[in-house]
């Protein structure tokens, strides 16, 4: 009798006086399967039914063995994801952060980061414990030397983007009016950027001048026959040594008569070896017409 080819293995059936089992047949009898091993179901048959196998004995090693290979081919299909699960992938993004640095200490440390989209969270973590989860923070007052600020940034899919600003150099007193590097402004008169910086002592003072080929020349005389310390200074329009604290400006344009710095706070600050002097606000008088009294602002880089 022929071997008649089944559909699914489920169950086996124990005929256990039945030795060297290995097939099964319409009628029941045992007949030669040749693709099992005798000795894995030799007292064992399995159940059939109309052409179909419908179930093991519960206690046969043979379902175990199915029930294996069951398990282990789900476990394929849903590694390969054949279990329709969706995975999530973030999208490559490089937010990068923004600040207002270099600065003073006297200043607003003001943080912000673009190239990152669909943001929902915002976690910024920096020196002495700060913590903040605004979009752009200020920082009133920062720590001075070079600071490191951290952001976490979780987007509304889910995805968790890291940044950090690099170095942030935050100096002592500073107060640069909005100025580029090395330009004195006198408020309504004019604007000279300066191609030269020098220092030197000047009699009982120390100058900071700085130049452009002739056509304007600037001078900060501080106290004392060295360059000065960080902090801040009091502008006076005295002649001769100045006092400790106290700071002289004059600026001379080629077509105009000078300008002297009356009251007002000059801010020394130190960056490594170059020292910044900066102000803003400060009164200046002059006998050129309409300009008598005003205002000025620096922002004077000075590298021995």
């Known amino acids: ?32 399967m040749k693709p099992f091993k005798r000795n894995v179901i030799s007292k064992y048959c399995l159940k ?8 093991f004995d519960e206690y046969s090693p043979m379902r175990q063995y199915f029930l294996l290979v069951i398990i282990g081919i789900s476990a394929l299909l849903v590694g390969c994801g054949g279990g ?18 270099p600065l003073g200490q006297n200043d607003v440390l003001k943080l912000s980061v673009f190239g990152i989209s669909e943001p929902k969270t915002y976690t910024w973590e920096g020196p002495n414990g700060f913590v903040s989860h605004e979009k752009s923070p200020e920082i009133p007052n920062p720590p001075k030397g070079n600071q490191v600020y951290t952001l976490s940034v979780v987007t509304n899919g889910g995805c968790t983007y890291t940044v950090s600003s690099g170095s942030i150099i935050v100096t002592g007193p500073w107060n640069p009016c909005g100025l580029d590097s090395n330009v004195l402004k006198i408020n309504q ?11 030197m002592v000047s009699n009982s003072n120390y100058l900071i001048q700085a130049d452009n ?3 304007a020349l600037a001078s900060f005389e501080f106290p004392g026959n060295q ?31 000078p300008f002297t710095a009356t009251t ?41």
């Not at 329709?84 to 640095?101: D, F, H, L, W, Y």
């Not at 008169?189 to 020098?198: A, G, L, P, W």
């Not at 000065?228 to 008569?257: C, D, H, M, W």
């Open 189 to 199: 008169v004019t604007q000279v950027s300066f191609t030269r910086v020098q220092g």
């Open 48 to 55: 059939y039914n109309s052409n179909n196998i419908k179930s």
């Open 1 to 32: 009798m022929p071997t008649l080819r089944l559909s699914f293995l489920s169950d086996l059936v124990d005929f256990s006086a039945i030795r060297n089992v290995r097939s099964w047949s319409a009628t029941g009898r045992c007949v030669l």
């Open 213 to 215: 080929g002739g056509l």
């Open 264 to 304: 007002g706070t000059v801010y020394v600050a130190l960056n490594g070896t170059t020292t910044m002097v900066s102000f803003c606000g400060v009164a200046f008088t002059s006998t050129n017409n309409g300009a008598t009294n005003t205002t000025g602002g620096a922002n004077i880089m000075w590298k021995p």
């Open 84 to 101: 329709g699960g969706k995975e999530t992938t973030c999208p490559t993004q490089n937010p990068v952060i923004n600040s207002n640095a």
């Open 227 to 257: 360059p000065p310390t960080e902090g801040q200074y009091t502008v006076t329009s005295a002649t001769g040594a100045l006092a400790a604290g106290k700071a002289r400006i004059t600026f001379n344009v080629t077509t105009q008569s």
